[in-house]
């Protein structure tokens, strides 16, 4: 809440807009419970790992719970930044993963974004137009824009 506050404050300052994107693991349940937790726990720990090297430093990664994270882009000026952005995400979730016992695993996953403030002024209406585009693409297999 913190950071998407930060995030609207430096909007509205530099007459700039962002993205928030939702991100759902595929295949996180069947790792976690055919491999065991602490497996999930360190599928988990490498995706975050490498979602944060894919975005600037100044931008935002967290997760929500579960196999969900949120990602908040900012100072965006043109949609296809996000596409782009998007399908690197894709592309990094598909990625094998080496688990301890030596076992390699791959996930996938969806994803889904709004745009503030054309998409809505609080967190709350940001990440419902998010989770549908995320929803969107998990049910078509097409990344929403």
């Known amino acids: 809440m913190d950071?998407?506050?930060?995030?609207?404050?430096h909007a509205k300052r530099s007459r700039t807009q962002f993205a928030?994107?939702?991100?759902?693991l595929n295949k996180f349940k069947a790792i976690n419970d055919t491999y065991?937790?602490?497996?999930?726990?360190?599928?988990?720990?490498?995706?975050a790992q490498r979602m944060v090297s894919l975005?600037?430093?100044?931008?935002?990664v967290a997760r929500l719970g579960g196999d969900e994270f949120v990602l908040i882009i900012e100072s965006l000026t043109?949609?296809?930044?996000?596409?782009?952005?998007?399908?690197?995400?894709?592309?990094?979730?598909a990625e094998e993963i080496l688990l301890d016992s030596g076992e390699a695993v791959s996930l996938g996953g969806s994803v889904g974004f709004a745009w503030y403030p054309s998409d809505g002024d609080s967190l709350k209406d940001?990440?419902?137009?998010?989770?549908?585009?995320?929803?969107?693409?998990?049910?078509?297999?097409?990344?929403?824009?």
């Open 3 to 9: 950071r998407f506050q930060r995030a609207i404050q």
């Open 20 to 24: 928030v994107l939702m991100v759902d």
């Open 36 to 47: 065991g937790h602490a497996a999930g726990d360190k599928v988990l720990v490498t995706i």
């Open 55 to 60: 975005v600037r430093s100044t931008d935002t």
């Open 78 to 93: 043109e949609r296809e930044q996000i596409g782009t952005l998007g399908q690197k995400l894709i592309d990094l979730l």
């Open 126 to 145: 940001i990440l419902e137009v998010a989770d549908e585009a995320m929803y969107f693409c998990k049910t078509s297999g097409l990344m929403a824009l």
